[in-house]
């Protein structure tokens, strides 16, 4: 049974994709087992006190520095005892004590098709902003492991999405929602359970045939 440690910001509407699929079993062997988010106010903590799951909040606002939150959150997450953490909308630069601890452990879903529309300053609502200044015609979203630089990891699952005319922001983020992240994310959860994922000596990610 893989365990697994979800980290929030917001809507926490990937969390609900992953609860969902795991309830349906759409996710096979799999056990979320808590939900961290940095924000006190977050829906996702709903979302996880309304399945039973435990939620907590460890917010950089409760500590004096940075440092102290990052061991914080390192204390919060080594607690849980997850063989994977999954980055489901968490606006915080995952701090290197983390990722040493749980090196090739942890995933995050961006919604862009990485490299392109990634980096500093893209996050949420920003993201789809910038992809309809640019005028690009096809976005989408992506779920990566998760290294030292941001949104640099190995690449495990990406779907492409189209931009329409018309689209602002809010439209664009909810189709690349729906018809990727949603899907994408319960799917790479659920492909690391059955130990199908594997990366080789050059970063590159592959997944075995069932
Ligand atoms: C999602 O679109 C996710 O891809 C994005 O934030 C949103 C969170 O929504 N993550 C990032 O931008 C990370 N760089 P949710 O809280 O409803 O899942």
Not at 64 to 79: D, G, I, K, M, S
Not at 150 to 162: R, S, T, Y
Request: with cysteine; proline share 4%.
């Amino acid at each position: 049974m893989l365990s697994v440690a979800v980290c929030v910001s917001g809507g926490g509407t990937n969390l609900q994709a992953i609860i969902d699929a795991v309830e349906s079993g759409r996710i096979v062997n799999t056990k979320i087992v808590k939900v961290i988010s940095n924000n006190p106010n977050a829906r996702a903590l709903k979302r996880a006190a309304d399945a039973g799951i435990e939620g907590i909040c460890v917010s950089p606002r409760s500590y004096e520095t940075r440092e102290a939150f990052n061991q914080a959150l390192l204390e919060a997450l080594t607690a849980a005892e997850p063989d994977l953490i999954v980055l489901a909308g968490f606006m915080v630069a995952v701090p290197a004590c983390v990722i040493n601890a749980f090196r090739g452990r942890i995933i995050n879903i961006h919604p862009a098709l990485i490299p392109s529309f990634c980096g500093k300053g893209y996050y949420g609502l920003h993201v789809h902003e910038k992809v309809l200044e640019r005028g690009v015609k096809v976005t989408g979203a992506t779920v990566h492991f998760v290294d030292e630089d941001l949104d640099h990891g190995p690449i495990l699952l990406q779907k492409a999405v189209a931009v329409k005319e018309n689209d602002t922001p809010e439209i664009l983020q909810r189709r690349v929602m729906e018809e990727a992240e949603w899907i994408l994310l319960p799917s790479a959860i659920s492909l690391i359970a059955q130990g199908r994922v594997w990366i080789d000596e050059k970063g590159i990610t592959h997944i075995k045939e069932s």
